[in-house]
């Protein structure tokens, strides 16, 4: 063991001797180095192995350094590498060879290239720039269950002339396309972008890079781009098909998934429930689809679930829409309250109204008197009868309006 380690120490050590006195290992930088813009908001950076390179006893590398538009730096073995970074403003890049062996770092000088920034000042490119996906269930069944769609709006640029047009691309991976559905301002000119379906993989790392170009005769227009990481503007459906059943003093409250390319086991829930008696609020966080709460019975309680993308299936965004509240208790009867009221109140009112006419007699002074004095008193009662019948019947209704059926049961009486 011993004498192993001292050999293996004795030849790293005339290694080391080597490379460092050796003038042969003197590192010389890559050559041909070039920056070429490969597609929106990507470059191909590629260089050549310096030809003077002596190689055959050493482990090159690279060293890649991006200066702007920001700093980064990386190495690689290879002589290209791919990278993805708004452009408008320029590209800058440096590159050198390295040597890393353990204790030993060797580099060549920097060789460095550069793109330009687009032309146009920056106050005629669009500003606050934001976009959404979303999934739908896709049309065409037979090619991907599910689609997602696109949305973009910004401002228009404030030095950017009045005719000033503006044109939105999005790459997302090798796939790149140009707006078709834009929504324009007052003067015509483009502000937002719809796109029913994309290339875009909600479940992708990929960063969905969107470019915005635009042209005016006056002045020249500065691109603009932006990179999003799918995750951050993934707006997550609300779950489906939530169903709520009162039992007594139980509510089992369910739902399904959102539309999502995520599979079930990819979600974590969001219940709210509100008391709109006494505005108590309770949150529950859940990984399942189902959850059973105890309530009080004189109470009325909205119900409402939210679903957000687990940490375990992609990098969490941010939750999505709530579902439509669901309404238990006594809000929803509540609700039909109005419906009740409102028509019994009508139908009593225009009663008591019949009847004032009739006791002040303006049927008779509308009507010439038929000789008839019996009768007239006769359909008197039989009116107050029926009108006490109807108040009554309003009355109970008004107590126990608990069936929907109710109602209209009630309004047969009434007419
Ligand atoms: C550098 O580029 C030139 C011209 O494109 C080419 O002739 C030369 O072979 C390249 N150098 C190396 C080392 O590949
Ligand atoms: C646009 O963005 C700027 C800063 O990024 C912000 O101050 C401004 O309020 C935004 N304008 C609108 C209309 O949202
Ligand atoms: C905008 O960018 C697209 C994609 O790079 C390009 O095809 C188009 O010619 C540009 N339009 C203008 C007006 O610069
Ligand atoms: C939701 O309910 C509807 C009808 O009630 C049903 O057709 C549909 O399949 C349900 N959705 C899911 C995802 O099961």
Same mark, same amino acid.
């Given at each position: 063991?011993?004498?192993?380690?001292?050999?293996?120490?004795?030849?790293?050590?005339?290694?080391?001797?080597?490379?460092?006195?050796?003038?042969?290992?003197?590192?010389?930088?890559?050559?041909?180095?070039?920056?070429?813009?490969?597609?929106?908001?990507?470059?191909?950076?590629?260089?050549?192995?310096?030809?003077?390179?002596?190689?055959?006893?050493?482990?090159?590398?690279?060293?890649?350094?991006?200066?702007?538009?920001?700093?980064?730096?990386?190495?690689?073995?290879?002589?290209?590498?791919?990278?993805?970074?708004?452009?408008?403003?320029?590209?800058?890049?440096?590159?050198?060879?390295?040597?890393?062996?353990?204790?030993?770092?060797?580099?060549?000088?920097?060789?460095?290239?550069?793109?330009?920034?687009?032309?146009?000042?920056?106050?005629?490119?669009?500003?606050?720039?934001?976009?959404t996906t979303n999934t739908v269930v896709s049309?065409h069944t037979h090619l991907r269950p599910y689609?997602?769609?696109?949305?973009?709006?910004?401002?228009?640029?404030?030095?950017?002339?009045?005719?000033?047009?503006?044109?939105?691309?999005?790459?997302?991976?090798?796939?790149?396309?140009?707006?078709?559905?834009?929504?324009?301002?007052?003067?015509?000119?483009?502000?937002?972008?719809?796109?029913?379906?994309?290339?875009?993989?909600?479940?992708?790392?990929?960063?969905?890079?969107?470019?915005?170009?635009?042209?005016?005769?006056?002045?020249?227009?500065?691109?603009?781009?932006?990179?999003?990481?799918?995750?951050?503007?993934?707006?997550?459906?609300?779950?489906?098909?939530?169903?709520?059943?009162?039992?007594?003093?139980?509510?089992?409250?369910?739902?399904?998934?959102?539309?999502?390319?995520?599979?079930?086991?990819?979600?974590?829930?969001?219940?709210?429930?509100?008391?709109?008696?006494?505005?108590?609020?309770?949150?529950?966080?859940?990984?399942?689809?189902?959850?059973?709460?105890?309530?009080?019975?004189?109470?009325?309680?909205?119900?409402? @679930?939210?679903?957000?993308? /687990?940490?375990? $299936? *992609? +990098?969490?965004?941010? &939750?999505?829409?709530?579902?439509? !509240?669901?309404?238990?208790?006594?809000?929803?009867?509540?609700?039909?309250?109005?419906?009740?009221?409102?028509?019994?109140?009508?139908?009593? @009112?225009?009663?008591?109204? /019949?009847?004032? $006419? *009739? +006791?002040?007699?303006? &049927?008779?002074?509308?009507?010439? !008197?038929?000789?008839?004095?019996?009768?007239?008193?006769?359909?008197?009662?039989?009116?107050?009868?029926?009108?006490?019948?109807?108040?009554?019947?309003?009355?109970?209704?008004?107590?126990?309006?608990v069936e929907e059926a109710g109602f209209e049961?009630?309004?047969?009486?009434?007419?």
């Amino acid at each position: 063991m011993l004498p192993t380690l001292v050999i293996l120490v004795g030849s790293w050590a005339t290694l080391q001797a080597d490379l460092l006195s050796d003038k042969k290992v003197l590192l010389l930088p890559p050559v041909n180095f070039t920056i070429k813009a490969t597609g929106l908001a990507q470059v191909l950076l590629q260089w050549d192995p310096n030809p003077d390179q002596e190689q055959s006893n050493v482990d090159l590398q690279y060293h890649v350094k991006i200066n702007a538009p920001q700093e980064d730096d990386y190495s690689t073995r290879k002589t290209d590498s791919k990278y993805v970074a708004p452009l408008h403003d320029g590209f800058a890049a440096s590159v050198r060879s390295i040597l890393k062996r353990s204790h030993i770092f060797l580099a060549s000088s920097w060789v460095s290239a550069e793109l330009k920034a687009s032309p146009g000042s920056s106050g005629t490119s669009v500003m606050n720039l934001t976009c959404t996906t979303n999934t739908v269930v896709s049309s065409h069944t037979h090619l991907r269950p599910y689609q997602v769609s696109l949305r973009c709006t910004w401002l228009v640029g404030k030095d950017a002339p009045e005719d000033t047009q503006y044109f939105l691309y999005y790459r997302f991976g090798v796939w790149t396309e140009e707006c078709q559905e834009y929504s324009r301002d007052t003067l015509n000119r483009n502000t937002g972008c719809w796109f029913p379906r994309t290339f875009i993989n909600s479940k992708g790392f990929e960063q969905l890079a969107v470019h915005i170009n635009g042209s005016s005769k006056r002045a020249a227009i500065k691109p603009f781009d932006q990179l999003f990481a799918p995750h951050s503007i993934d707006q997550v459906n609300p779950p489906r098909n939530v169903t709520v059943e009162l039992e007594e003093t139980s509510l089992y409250i369910q739902w399904e998934k959102p539309v999502s390319a995520f599979p079930v086991h990819c979600f974590n829930y969001e219940l709210k429930i509100h008391n709109t008696k006494n505005g108590y609020l309770q949150m529950e966080k859940l990984a399942t689809n189902k959850f059973i709460s105890k309530i009080d019975d004189v109470s009325t309680y909205s119900i409402q @679930v939210r679903a957000v993308v /687990s940490s375990s $299936c *992609r +990098v969490s965004g941010s &939750w999505g829409e709530w579902s439509q !509240p669901i309404y238990v208790g006594k809000k929803k009867l509540l609700a039909e309250w109005h419906l009740i009221v409102f028509p019994a109140t009508a139908c009593f @009112v225009l009663l008591i109204f /019949s009847l004032i $006419c *009739r +006791v002040c007699h303006v &049927w008779i002074r509308l009507f010439p !008197p038929v000789p008839a004095p019996k009768s007239n008193i006769k359909d008197l009662l039989v009116v107050t009868d029926y009108e006490k019948v109807a108040w009554n019947e309003t009355k109970i209704e008004v107590v126990s309006y608990v069936e929907e059926a109710g109602f209209e049961v009630m309004e047969n009486s009434m007419f």
